[in-house]
């Protein structure tokens, strides 16, 4: 390189550079002679490696230290008797290099990364950005075309030469991931990203079918339809589950990891629905075993699938003491890697679409809880109980019940004969009520019988005989109260000995169950 001093000029140089200067006095020499006799050129920078050359005023340093704040001003220097002129010169070399921001950013200063140099990210579209600092950081800026950068980056350019993207939508081959140098002349910064792709692949919701301590109820689609287990399965499933209100709650859920050779990390799924529903599950350190998910247990007995692959997740807090409805969604986040924190959290995949119904209790007859039981409540049935007569929400069970009997009696007409009731087969079609328009008052009160036991509360259907004023009169009753959905007769609450006196029954009135098979 060939520089002609000037009072005041800068220049920077990587470390490790070889610079060859040369000066002229001023005037300039006619003599060939003495053109350079009169001139020496010292450095308090660099080492000389060529020494300077009276015929051709030239000499050669090499810098092999990054400047720092105090000799940055100094640098080279031409003296002609009592005249002198600095040429002051950056030796520039890498600091650091850095990706992420906030909590998430990873800082490297080391040319050799190890785990607290590693930047895990989330599979996704698009890249993130490596930046480079230089050092020394004040006053000079980046030799012409520095930093320069390993492969499997894209550069910056202009302004922006100090940073370079690199792509996220590629899983990392290995747990170690890619390595990103920045160098600078024989400077040179380092760190790691992994690319990570963490799946849900499925959620058991109902994953004891014997009991309801920890887990979902069995229930079934309708009377003639069950539902597969696992509830969830990515890409294809997504079954509704239902609990019991105020219930500490544990799932099972199966992931893949890529890198396959990770073997462990810590996972947690953070609830995005509005409402409240199941919640937060707390943070679990999960077991890979060529990319999948490991246990240990098989309770295949319980589930009735190999549960080997399936980790257990204990949601946060137990269940709100009300009977509803949501839709739930989490967000599921990699706090460790391998046992090494990642910064930050990585959000590495999202469920939705999990429909879930918080009962009140266990479901009552004519429901059951036995296993593949065609009266496990019905997915149409609890829809119909908790959303469509307005239970959803409700704190007590008179609150249910009196919405429920409400939204019945103002749905529905009232008609002269069961539009519901086989009188060959004994059995009474739910299925049918459910989206019918009328019904005489057996219809109403076996479906207020069946709307309330479904989401577990304990009522019975009456018919009396001889009673306000028909050959026979249905109501259904709740402990000491009456609830009557028959828009003849509306009764919301009322006490028994009230409703029976109000109903004025014929001395010969017989009361009796009204029972029956549901489809």
Not at 179 to 193: F, Q
Not at 271 to 283: R, Y
């Amino acid at each position: 390189m060939f520089h002609k001093f000037h009072k005041g000029q800068y220049i920077s140089r990587d470390v490790g550079d070889e610079v060859e200067f040369s000066a002229e006095t001023n005037p300039p020499s006619t003599s060939t002679d003495n053109f350079y006799n009169l001139v020496s050129i010292s450095s308090s920078t660099g080492t000389e490696t060529s020494a300077y050359s009276t015929s051709t005023g030239k000499v050669k340093y090499k810098f092999d230290s990054v400047s720092t704040l105090q000799n940055i001003y100094k640098g080279v220097t031409a003296t002609c008797g009592s005249s002198e002129v600095a040429l002051n010169v950056g030796v520039v070399g890498v600091k650091e290099i850095s990706v992420g921001t906030g909590t998430s950013k990873i800082i490297s200063t080391t040319d050799s990364p190890g785990a607290s140099e590693t930047y895990y990210v989330e599979k996704g579209s698009g890249s993130v950005t490596v930046t480079a600092k230089h050092d020394p950081s004040i006053v000079v800026s980046w030799p012409t075309g520095k930093p320069t950068w390993s492969s499997g980056v894209t550069p910056g350019s202009g302004s922006s030469i100090n940073t370079a993207t690199f792509p996220i939508t590629t899983v990392s081959s290995t747990s170690s991931g890619t390595t990103v140098r920045a160098t600078c002349g024989t400077s040179k910064k380092a760190l790691k990203i992994v690319v990570v792709d963490v799946n849900v692949e499925n959620i058991l919701f109902n994953h004891n079918r014997t009991s309801s301590t920890n887990d979902a109820l069995n229930i079934r689609e309708n009377y003639s339809t069950a539902l597969s287990l696992p509830e969830f399965s990515k890409g294809g499933s997504n079954n509704p589950s239902a609990y019991i209100k105020g219930s500490s709650v544990t799932i099972l859920a199966r992931l893949s990891v890529k890198p396959n050779t990770i073997t462990s990390a810590k996972i947690k799924a953070i609830s995005t629905d509005t409402n409240g529903s199941l919640g937060d599950l707390a943070e679990k350190s999960v077991t890979f075993n060529s990319g999948i998910s490991q246990e240990g247990s098989d309770d295949t007995s319980t589930s009735g699938i190999n549960e080997s692959e399936y980790v257990e997740f204990d949601v946060q807090g137990a269940l709100p003491s009300k009977v509803f409805t949501s839709t739930e969604s989490w967000k599921w986040v990699v706090t460790e890697i391998d046992g090494n924190a990642v910064s930050g959290e990585l959000e590495v995949d999202s469920t939705s679409g999990h429909e879930v119904y918080v009962l009140w209790d266990t479901p009552k007859a004519p429901w059951t809880q036995t296993v593949n039981d065609a009266m496990n409540p019905w997915v149409s049935a609890l829809e119909y109980a908790v959303v469509t007569s307005g239970a959803d929400g409700e704190t007590t069970e008179d609150d249910a019940m009196s919405a429920i009997t409400n939204s019945q009696n103002s749905a529905k007409s009232y008609i002269g004969s069961s539009q519901y009731y086989s009188f060959s087969g004994g059995t009474w079609s739910f299925t049918n009520f459910m989206t019918g328009t009328d019904g005489n008052c057996l219809d109403f009160a076996v479906a207020l019988d069946a709307t309330a036991s479904v989401i577990g509360m304990s009522v019975a259907a009456k018919r009396k005989t001889d009673f306000y004023g028909y050959n026979f009169h249905c109501f259904t009753r709740k402990s000491t109260y009456v609830y009557d959905s028959c828009p003849g007769v509306l009764n919301i609450k009322t006490a028994y000995s009230s409703y029976i006196s109000a109903g004025s029954p014929a001395s010969t009135s017989v009361e009796s169950p009204e029972t029956h098979s549901i489809r």
